[in-house]
């Protein structure tokens, strides 16, 4: 059981590294190409609270999953 949630573990990580890596490579190369963004208090609070806000309701469906279907 311990051996079979390691992997379910291991797999999500992999995945968040994954979508963390292709979100870089999106921010460095595709964004000289679009407008600029003016420098405001309210986008900067958007910029550091959306990452966070995404992580968080990804943990919480991911928990809600495995409450549903938890790993025998």
């Known amino acids: 059981m311990a ?3 390691m992997g379910i573990q291991f ?3 992999v995945k968040v590294l994954i979508l ?3 979100i870089s ?3 460095k190369y ?4 679009l407008p600029s963004i003016p420098a405001t208090s309210g986008n900067a609070l958007i910029a550091v609270l959306t ?4 992580l968080a309701i990804a943990l919480l469906w ?3 999953t495995f409450q549903k279907h938890p790993v025998e």
Do not use: E, Q, T, V
């Open 51 to 54: 990452p966070a806000i995404i």
């Open 11 to 13: 797999n999500f990580i």
């Open 20 to 22: 963390s890596l292709s």
């Open 30 to 33: 595709a964004s000289p190409s």
């Open 25 to 27: 490579l999106l921010i």
């Open 62 to 64: 991911r928990f809600w």
């Open 3 to 5: 051996h079979k949630l």
